[in-house]
């Protein structure tokens, strides 16, 4: 079994910085591509960010230029930076990693996500 925990959200200003973290932990051989989400109310899901396991990282256009998406593949970490944050970013966001495990089953988890509300 393998499981996701996020960390990092909260009540946060317009502007400045803000880190989400997501750590694995369980029976991982291997993790591959990992992501984050997110979802605000009344609002279709997202895809933000992904970084595949030779640090390749794609944004969606809405956060471009304003994310991170970085990885630290000895701690099975993967980290979002947000910059100029805006009131739009306001959702849940979840990180999901594409894992090997060490049982030899290659699955996808999802994190139970975090509440990022951007308000001044």
């Known amino acids: 079994q393998v499981q996701l925990v996020e960390s990092g959200g909260g009540l946060v200003q317009p502007g400045g910085s803000l880190r989400l973290s997501c750590a694995a932990s369980?029976?991982?051989?291997?993790?591959?591509?990992m992501s984050w989400y997110r979802q605000a109310p009344g609002k279709q899901g997202e895809l933000v960010a992904t970084?595949?396991?030779?640090?390749?990282?794609r944004y969606a256009d809405s956060v471009k230029g304003r994310f991170t998406i970085s990885r630290d593949n000895a701690k099975n970490a993967v980290y979002l930076q947000l910059n100029s944050r805006k009131p739009e970013d306001t959702a849940v966001y979840y990180c999901?990693?594409?894992?090997?495990?060490?049982?030899?089953?290659?699955?996808?988890?999802w994190g139970q996500g975090t509440q990022v509300t951007v308000s001044s």
């Open positions: 999901n990693a594409d894992v090997s495990s060490s049982v030899g089953f290659r699955l996808r988890y």
């Open positions: 970084i595949t396991s030779v640090d390749n990282t």
């Open positions: 369980g029976s991982i051989s291997s993790i591959n591509g």
